[in-house]
C-alpha cells in the first residue's frame, strides 16, 4: 500500500529520560503495531519539557538521545515512520502562536491536566504550561493527523485540539479534519510501590537497566501489604505483582493455578516474584540488546532526528503557508528558503 492511502497518525512523548516499561506496555507496543496500517509521525516533545523544567535545562539534549534509542529498540522503525524533534520545526511554536489567538484563557484554565500539574508540582505556572495543550494541538494540526494514539490521560488535550480545529474552521475556511483520539486497550501498568508509574517515584523499571537491576526492583516490589508469611492467603485484586504476571508471563493455566494458590497461601511472593523477573528479563531481553547497540550511535541517532525533522518541515511549511495565507497574515509571500534568494530581489521591501 502506498504511503499517501494511509490515514495519518501523530503521537509523542516529553523528552524526559529514559523510557520504562509503564511506557513501552502502554504506548510503544502499540505505536510500533500501528506503523503497519498508519503513516505515523512520532514526536519528541521538548519544547514541552520546558513548560516545567525550564530553569533546569541542562538534561533535555541527553534525555532525547536516551528516548530515542528507547523508541527504536521497542520497534518505531524510521525508514516507515517520521521521527520529529519538536524544537528542530520552528513551524511547531509558530503554529501555536497562531492557535492561540482561538482559545480564552478561560478555557485553558479548565483543562484537568493543568490544575493536576500546579497541585502535584506546587509550582507558579507559567504562560507556557498554560497553552500547552495549545502547542500540542499546534503539534497534531501542522500534519492534518487523522488520529492521535494516546493515553486517557490526554483526551482532554484531544478535546481542546478538536475545539480549535472546529473554530479554525468556522472562521477561515475548512482546513483541519477533527482529530480523533485512538485509546490502546491495555490496561494502566501500576509503579513496583502500587501507585501510578512515574519515573519521578522512582518506581518503574526501564528499559535500560540491567537484569540485575531488574531483579533486585521486582524482589522488592509491593504485593498484599496484609501477607505476612507466604502461609497467610494473600490477594489477587489490587496487588501489581498479578498485573505483572498476567502481562509477562504469558501462560493462562499456570497463571490461573497461581492465583489458587497465592489465595490459598500454598505459594510464596518471593517465589512468584522470581518467575517474574524472569519472564520479564526475557521478554525485555531483545529490546534491551537494540537499546544497547544504538545508544551509543549518537551520530546515527542524530541523523535519524535531521532526517525526520527535515521531511517534517515540508509538511509543516505547507500548513503554516496555508494558515497565514488564511489568517490574512504574510502578503502570501512564500519563504521558503529554497526559493527566498532567487524570488525576492534584495532591497524590495526598502
Ligand atoms: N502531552 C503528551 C504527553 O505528555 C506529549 C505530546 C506532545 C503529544 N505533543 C503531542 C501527544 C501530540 C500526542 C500528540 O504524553
Request: aromatic share 6%; proline share 6%; with cysteine.
Amino acid at each position: 500500500m502506498q504511503s499517501f492511502e494511509r490515514p495519518r497518525i501523530l503521537t509523542g512523548h516529553r523528552t524526559t529520560g529514559p523510557r520504562h516499561i509503564g511506557h513501552l506496555a502502554g504506548t510503544l507496543t502499540n505505536w510500533t503495531a500501528l506503523q503497519d496500517s498508519y503513516e505515523c509521525f512520532f514526536l519528541l516533545a521538548d519544547l514541552h519539557v520546558l513548560t516545567t523544567d525550564f530553569e533546569h535545562t541542562g538534561g533535555i539534549r541527553s534525555n532525547t538521545l536516551e528516548v530515542l534509542p528507547d523508541w527504536l529498540a521497542a520497534g518505531i522503525d524510521p525508514q516507515r515512520s517520521t521521527i520529529i524533534l519538536q524544537s528542530a520545526v520552528p513551524e511547531h511554536a509558530q503554529l501555536s502562536l497562531l492557535l492561540s489567538m482561538l482559545v480564552t484563557e478561560a478555557r485553558l484554565h479548565r483543562v484537568p491536566t493543568y490544575k493536576e500539574q500546579i497541585n502535584n508540582l506546587h509550582i507558579q505556572p507559567s504562560l507556557g504550561l498554560l497553552t500547552y495543550p495549545v502547542l500540542q494541538a499546534a503539534d497534531i494540526l501542522l500534519y492534518k493527523a487523522q488520529a492521535v494514539p494516546v493515553g486517557e490521560d490526554q483526551l482532554p488535550h484531544i478535546e481542546l485540539t478538536r475545539e480549535i480545529a472546529r473554530r479554525y474552521n468556522q472562521l477561515y475556511g475548512q482546513t483541519f479534519a477533527e482529530p480523533d483520539a485512538l485509546l490502546s486497550n491495555t490496561p494502566r501498568l501500576p509503579g513496583l510501590d502500587n501507585r501510578t508509574m512515574h519515573s519521578s517515584y522512582g518506581n518503574t523499571i526501564l528499559l535500560r537497566d540491567t537484569p540485575e537491576e531488574t531483579q533486585r526492583k521486582i524482589m522488592s516490589m509491593y504485593t498484599d501489604p496484609a501477607r505476612i508469611h507466604a502461609s497467610d492467603p494473600g490477594h489477587i485484586e489490587n496487588n501489581p505483582l498479578f498485573t505483572y504476571l498476567d502481562l509477562y508471563y504469558p501462560h493462562p493455566n499456570e497463571q490461573a493455578e497461581m492465583k489458587t494458590r497465592y489465595r490459598a497461601g500454598t505459594i510464596g511472593d518471593v517465589e512468584l516474584k522470581q518467575i517474574l523477573a524472569a519472564s520479564l528479563n526475557a521478554y525485555l531481553k531483545p529490546i534491551r540488546e537494540k537499546r544497547a547497540e544504538l545508544a551509543p550511535q549518537t551520530s546515527y541517532l542524530r541523523d535519524i532526528l535531521l532526517q525526520g525533522s527535515q521531511r517534517a518541515r515540508h509538511i509543516a511549511r505547507e500548513t503554516l503557508e496555508e494558515v497565514l495565507d488564511a489568517m490574512g497574515l504574510s502578503l502570501g509571500l512564500s519563504m521558503r528558503s529554497e526559493q527566498s534568494t532567487q524570488t525576492i530581489p534584495s532591497g524590495a521591501f526598502c
